[in-house]
């Protein structure tokens, strides 16, 4: 059974760091894509990093971009997000997601995290 376990979420000050991980199990960790997403308070999902099966390549959302970095630990079965410099625009509950094909921007993910609340105070 695929299980994604998210972990490190909070409540922090603006300008505060945060590090997200995401624990996988269940499925050949090195073969997939893996990507994290956020959901606001009364706001769409939204793409927010994403990472190749290596970890060679990157890929962020505009808004996030020098501000969170995305990596993986093959060996740990693990995905990590560091989020820096947070913004109270960046409260929301925090997903990571797993596929094996696919375009690592779109939603469109095979396996999805229960969450984690992020919660950045001005």
């Known amino acids: 059974q695929v299980q994604l376990v998210e972990s490190g979420g909070g409540l922090v000050q603006a300008g505060g760091s945060l590090r997200l991980s995401c624990a996988a199990s269940?499925?050949?960790?090195?073969?997939?894509?893996m990507g994290w997403f956020r959901r606001a308070p009364g706001k769409e999902r939204e793409f927010v990093a994403g990472?190749?099966?290596?970890?060679?390549?990157?890929y962020y959302a505009d808004s996030v971009k020098g501000l969170f970095t995305i990596s993986r630990d093959n060996a740990k079965n693990t995905v990590y997000l560091q989020m820096n410099s947070l913004k109270p625009e960046d409260t929301a509950v925090y997903y990571c997601?797993?596929?094996?094909?696919?375009?690592?921007?779109?939603?469109?993910?095979?396996?999805w995290g229960q969450g984690t609340q992020v919660t950045v105070s001005s």
């Open positions: 990472i190749t099966r290596s970890g060679s390549n990157t």
């Open positions: 269940g499925l050949g960790f090195s073969s997939q894509i």
């Open positions: 997601a797993a596929k094996r094909l696919g375009v690592i921007t779109s939603a469109k993910y095979d396996y």
